[in-house]
């Protein structure tokens, strides 16, 4: 089983900063398989970035995605209020069971 | 636009059964894999159980593996998820979650789960 860590667990930061938030793989995930969501209390997940780098229909440039292999990163360029929730990444290959990290929670400063 | 809708949840004691539904709308059912995403209260999230279109490839989570069972009826539309012998750290929100196509997803296989239901509950306790 690929085990996802996310860090840091908790990020506080301020409007208009940057986030930027941390997936390691216990093994190499190919870079078309990594996902990133995002969730709000009492809401479903939200798909934003799939293939470790393109952006879900919808989804506002801020968020950017980028990474290989074990280490993957999710940046949000410009916090913006509706962007403070808990962001998991997710990975989906041909290595079942497909897992996802623990989350990361972003919080205002 | 797509709808994912689960019902059935609810309280279970430990060894018991639930089956839970997911309703699908907006979309044409038979040509999507879909899924079941569970989230223990206040934890993250852990896939359980996948199908395909035509119900011919079914994976399932070692956690659930024997005990939980994945279907779908295409003519109704509808994902389904038969849960037996119930454990107390089967207690989570369930939500289904479609798995995203293959056009739209870099015609890779798998893809991520484009679209999730809003969950439904399922508490096990004495």
């Known amino acids: 089983e690929i085990v996802l860590t996310q860090s840091p667990g908790t990020l506080s930061l301020s409007l208009g900063e940057r986030a930027t938030l941390s997936c390691r793989a216990s093994q190499s995930v190919s870079s078309s398989y990594l996902a990133w969501y995002q969730q709000k209390p009492g809401q479903a997940p939200r798909l934003l970035i799939y293939?470790?780098?393109s952006r879900a229909t919808g989804i506002p440039d801020r968020f950017s995605g980028s990474g290989s292999g074990t280490d993957f990163t999710l940046t949000i360029s410009r916090l913006e209020p509706e962007d403070f929730a808990v962001y998991y990444c997710?990975?989906?290959?041909?290595?079942?069971?497909?897992?996802f990290g623990q989350g990361t929670k972003v919080e205002i400063k | 636009e797509v709808q994912l809708v689960e019902s059935g949840g609810g309280l279970a004691q430990p060894g018991g059964s639930l089956r839970l539904s997911c309703a699908a709308s907006?979309?044409?059912?038979?040509?999507?894999?879909m899924d079941w995403v569970r989230q223990p209260p206040g934890k993250g999230l852990e896939w359980v159980s996948h199908?395909?279109?035509?119900?011919?490839?079914?994976y399932d989570a070692d956690s659930v593996k024997g005990r939980f069972t994945i279907s779908r009826d295409n003519a109704k539309n509808s994902l389904y998820l038969q849960m037996n012998s119930l454990r107390v750290e089967d207690t989570a929100v369930y939500y289904c979650?479609?798995?995203?196509?293959?056009?739209?997803?870099?015609?890779?296989?798998?893809?991520?789960?484009?679209?999730w239901g809003q969950g439904t509950l399922v508490t096990v306790s004495s």
């Open positions: 979650a479609r798995m995203g196509d293959m056009n739209t997803f870099g015609g890779v296989s798998p893809r991520p789960f484009d679209y």
């Open positions: 199908i395909d279109g035509s119900s011919t490839h079914i």
């Open positions: 997710h990975q989906y290959g041909s290595s079942r069971p497909w897992t």
């Open positions: 293939g470790s780098s």
């Open positions: 907006g979309f044409t059912f038979n040509t999507y894999s």
